[in-house]
């Protein structure tokens, strides 16, 4: 009975995420393994999993779309607004008459 226990002892468990063999392949699984774990993905079911990585990713579409198609239109708008404040007028020329030393 003894023996039975010690052998028991050395078999080790059956690993749940295998490490890969390739070193990129590696480094995939360990970012994957450390976004699973950093937000508690590990604990959803595989449905639930794709999920919540799907809105992420339409979150992320959107704002990226969000940001090339709609920023150089409403950074040209407040441009246009701070010059108007600034200058009071909307000219699209920035000219500014400096006085010289001989209008001094």
């Known amino acids: ?3 039975a226990a010690g052998s028991q002892s050395s078999q080790k468990p059956p690993v ?5 063999q390739s070193s990129f392949s590696k480094f995939l699984w360990r970012k994957k ?3 699973e774990a950093t937000f508690a ?3 959803l079911e595989r449905w639930e999993k794709i ?7 339409l979150v ?3 704002f990226v779309a969000g940001s090339t198609i709609y920023l150089p ?3 040209l708008f407040l441009t246009r607004r701070a010059r108007f404040y600034l200058l009071g007028s909307e ?14």
């Open 1 to 3: 009975m003894a023996m």
């Open 16 to 20: 749940r995420y295998p490490i890969p």
């Open 33 to 35: 393994m450390w976004v």
């Open 41 to 43: 993905l590990s604990m």
């Open 51 to 57: 999920l919540v990585v799907s809105l992420f990713l």
């Open 60 to 62: 992320c579409l959107l």
């Open 73 to 75: 239109q409403h950074l």
């Open 91 to 104: 000219r699209e020329s920035f000219y500014v008459d400096w006085p010289t030393k001989a209008d001094l």
